[in-house]
C-alpha cells in the first residue's frame, strides 16, 4: 500500500490572541517559544500522588474531577503553554470492551491478546457515551484554562495494536511483526478498526473543546520505513485526516522514529514530534518546511548539574530555529524521578531566552 504524499500544509492567516502553542503549531511562532511536557500530569508531581490516593489509574482516568485537578498541576506549578489531558492511550480501549489493566510499573496488560480472526471480529466501535467522563473532564478544564490550550490524545493503531497481540509491552513485537508480515489482510481490518476507534475517542476530546491532540504512535520506531509506509501510515493518516476536518491542529510523535520522519510528515499533521536521538535541525530538513517540530531534550539529561543541562536546552532551542515553528518539548515523557523544580527553571529559561535564541539563526 503506497504511502500518502507529504502535504504542503499552507499557512493559514493568523488569529488575533492566538495561544503560543497553537501559533507554533500552525508555523506562527510570533514572539513566544512555547513549551509542555509529555508525562507533565503524573507522576513526577508529589501533589498528584496526593490526588491518586491509591487509586488505580484506569479508575482516575474515568474520574472527571481528578483528571481536572491532575491535569491542571503542571500548569499551576511550570506555567506552560498547554495542558495535556490526563489519560491513557488504553482508555478508549477499555471502553471499547477490551478486557485490560495498567499495572504499576508494567503498563498496559491485556486479558485476551488478539491474535486471530475471531478476536479481531470481536473488537467493536468506540460508542462516545462510554467514554463520556473524557468528554466532561475536558468541557471542566476548558472552562478552568481560560486561553491556555488543552491538548487531547490518542494511541496510533499500530502502538495501539502492538500491545492488543503481544498482550502488554514488548522488547521486539515479535507476534505484531509476524501478523503484519504473515496475514496482511488480518492486520489490515485490525488496524481498520483501531484508526476508527482513535478517530472517535479524539473527535470526542475535540467536541469537548481540546485545541489540538497528539497522535502517539510510540512504538513505530520498531519498524523499518518500507513496512512502516506499506502495513502503518495510511491507517494513522485517516486518524489525523479526522481532527483536520474538526480544525484543531496536530502533531505525531514517535520513539526512535528518526528514519521514518519523512513519512511520518506524510501522514499529515501539522507538527511531527521527534525524540532526542536526531537534532531538531535535522528533523526539520527531512520532514521539510510544511511541518512545525517539536522536542527535543533527552529526559536523561534532567539529572545533570543546571549550567550542563540549561545549554543543552539553548542547543535544543537553536536547532529548532531551522524550523518554521518550534514547541520545546522533552524527547519522550517525563521520568517519574524528575526534579519538579528543574522543569520549572527549563520552562522558565525557554521563555526568557527562546525568542533570542531563535533569532539568532532567522
Known sequence: MPAPESPTNPVPE????????????????????????????????????????????IETCNRPDLVTEITLQP?????????????DI???????????????????VIDEPIRDRAAVDRLQPLDPATVEP?????????????????????????????????????????????????????WQELCDRLAGIAADFLTVQIDAGAGIVQLFDSWAGS???????????????????????????TIHFGVGTGELLP???????????VDWRIPLAEAARRIGPGHAVQGNLDPALLGAPWPVLADRV?????????????????????????????????????HAEGPALRAELG
Do not use: C
Open 134 to 186: 473524557v468528554a466532561e473532564a475536558v468541557r471542566l478544564l476548558v472552562a478552568e484554562l481560560g486561553d491556555t490550550p488543552l491538548i487531547g490524545f490518542a494511541g496510533a493503531p499500530f502502538t495501539l495494536a502492538s500491545y492488543l497481540v503481544e498482550g502488554g509491552p514488548s522488547k521486539d513485537y515479535a507476534r505484531t511483526k509476524a501478523m503484519m508480515a504473515g496475514d496482511p489482510a488480518l
Open 223 to 249: 519498524l523499518s520505513l518500507a513496512d512502516y509506509n506499506s502495513s502503518v501510515v495510511n491507517q494513522s493518516a485517516r486518524v489525523l485526516a479526522r481532527a483536520h476536518e474538526a480544525g484543531v491542529p
Open 263 to 273: 513519512a511520518m510528515a506524510a501522514a499529515g499533521a501539522d507538527v511531527v514530534g
Open 75 to 87: 500548569v499551576r506549578r511550570y506555567g506552560v503553554d498547554g495542558a495535556v489531558l490526563y489519560s
Open 314 to 350: 539553548r542547543e535544543v532551542i537553536r536547532s529548532g530555529a531551522q524550523a518554521p515553528g518550534h514547541i520545546f518539548n522533552l524527547g519522550h515523557g517525563v521520568p517519574p524521578t524528575a526534579d519538579p523544580d528543574v522543569l520549572a527553571k527549563i520552562v522558565d529559561l525557554v
Open 14 to 57: 493568523a488569529s488575533t490572541a492566538e495561544p503560543a502553542l497553537l501559533a507554533a503549531a500552525r508555523r506562527r511562532q510570533g514572539d513566544r517559544l512555547p513549551v509542555w511536557f509529555m508525562r507533565q500530569a503524573g507522576r513526577s508531581l508529589p501533589e498528584y500522588h496526593r490526588v491518586r490516593d491509591g487509586l488505580p489509574m
Open 90 to 108: 488504553m482508555v478508549p480501549l477499555r471502553a471499547a470492551g477490551i478486557g485490560l489493566d495498567i499495572k504499576p510499573g508494567i503498563g498496559p
